[in-house]
């Protein structure tokens, strides 16, 4: 059940967006985040360095865990940079689990296509771990889009006998870029995000619910480093994955999960009823939010402990 602040939220969060919604315009290229000057909190280092020419926000507790460090990938399609927002995120994540994280802040634009983000993210991320992480278990965070390409560089890793994150975290995946699955209709009016406006019937706008987004290019939306809701994850680290029951891309997370457990990955799925797409990010101060940064703090620290 949700909570009643969760209502009101979504309820805002739905008027807000109507206005894309209507016009089915993509959020990720038509909400700009702030992104001012970044002070961090009390007691935490805040760096930025490069990897293969890529740079990496680097947040750092006063006395971190060297044990282990959190690769942080962000979402926001291939069009949303660092922001305020995925910064607030990579706080929570050094607080819960008092070590290093490490923000990805691969390039973004309108123009990029398939493979250019993909590419761009597993040479870096190889280049990191193999020199200032070398002897640390990596846990890998990814919400979205970024979820997406997190998945795409450990299925290459896999595949080319290197070393995979220790742990896997997966936020509101979008994995199934052909957009397939059942809750594209199951949730096209309850979304407050992506849903259609109750207006709208969703047999005259199925393609605007199930939206082929640009970065696809000439690739096909079936290729498993694309999608790789279409790959097996034999040989993969425990995962966690969450989502909200609500959104459009609800099946991506279902594929996901029910594909790992399949190949006896130690794997967990939480849905939170009636929440949206990155609802732990985006209203990080809701009951059901708390509750899933709690889960997910913990499931960090069994990593190590």
């Known amino acids: 059940m949700m909570s009643l602040g969760a209502k009101i939220t979504g309820s805002i969060i739905k008027m807000y967006t109507y206005k894309y919604r209507k016009n089915h315009l993509s959020l990720s290229r038509s909400i700009k985040f702030k992104n001012k000057k970044y002070d961090p909190p009390n007691g935490f280092k805040f760096e930025v360095k490069k990897f293969c020419g890529t740079e990496f926000e680097i947040l750092s507790p006063k006395e971190p865990d060297e044990r282990y460090a959190v690769v942080h990938f962000h979402g926001g399609g291939s069009t949303q940079k660092m922001n305020s927002m995925y910064r607030k995120v990579a706080e929570k994540l050094s607080k819960l689990s008092n070590a290093e994280v490490y923000s990805i802040d691969y390039r973004t634009g309108e123009e ?15 280049e990191l771990v193999s020199t200032v992480l070398k002897d640390r278990k990596i846990i890998a965070v990814g919400d979205s889009f970024g979820a997406n390409v997190m998945l795409s560089i450990c299925l290459k890793l896999r595949d080319k006998g290197r070393p ?85 891309s609800e099946s991506d997370n279902d594929a996901l999960y029910e594909k790992a457990l399949k190949r006896g990955v130690k794997v967990k799925l939480t849905k939170y009823y009636g929440m949206w797409h990155d609802f732990q990010y985006l209203t990080p101060f809701l009951k059901e939010s708390k509750q899933a940064w709690l889960e997910i703090g913990e499931f960090m620290n069994s990593v190590v402990n």
């Open 164 to 248: 995979l994150p220790d742990a896997l975290i997966s936020i509101s995946c979008c994995i199934d870029l052909a957009a397939t699955g059942k809750s594209y209709e199951k949730n096209c009016y309850r979304d407050p995000i992506y849903s259609l406006p109750k207006n709208q019937s969703f047999k005259e706008h199925e393609k605007d619910i199930r939206r082929i987004i640009k970065y696809i290019g000439n690739t096909s939306p079936y290729d498993m480093f694309l999608s790789p809701a279409y790959a097996e994850y034999h040989g993969f680290p425990p995962m966690l994955i969450q989502c909200g029951e609500a959104e459009t």
């Open 112 to 126: 990029l296509v398939y493979p250019s983000v993909h590419d761009e993210c597993y040479t870096a991320y190889t």
